[in-house]
């Protein structure tokens, strides 16, 4: 694990069905919510691999891409996604997540 830098977000990496637990009781715009499911679905087990790219994500969801961009940033931004590697270049690869949750969620086992 890197070094904290005071003041910064620890992001702790979860498994899939775990992940899916902290998203369903997440309170979070619905769209945001399928955007995470959906994207879930792409995970491996231990929570990584997470590289559907965006327009193949916006029609599994029935959304745009500008807007699955969007929510993508979102779950970033709210420490549920952490990006590991970005997509583009020559050819054109799907930018890479991996499922995690900032440090002191709780995982609800039953819901």
């Known amino acids: 694990m890197a070094a904290e830098r005071p003041g ?3 992001l702790v990496p979860l498994g899939r ?3 899916e637990r902290v998203i369903r009781s997440v309170e979070v715009d619905p769209t945001t919510k399928l955007v995470a499911l959906m994207a879930a679905t792409y995970a491996g087990k231990k929570g990584n691999h997470v590289r559907p ?4 994500l916006a029609t599994d969801c029935g959304l745009g891409a500008s807007t ?3 929510h993508l940033a ?3 931004t709210l420490g549920l996604l952490d990006l ?3 997509g583009g270049g020559p ?3 799907a930018s890479e997540y991996r499922l995690v949750a900032p440090e002191g969620t709780t995982v ?4």
């Open 8 to 10: 910064e977000r620890v």
């Open 17 to 19: 069905f775990d992940w």
């Open 53 to 56: 790219g965006e327009q193949l």
């Open 68 to 70: 699955v961009r969007k």
């Open 74 to 76: 979102r779950l970033v």
């Open 84 to 86: 590991v590697s970005r």
């Open 91 to 93: 050819n054109r690869r």
């Open 108 to 111: 609800n086992s039953a819901r």
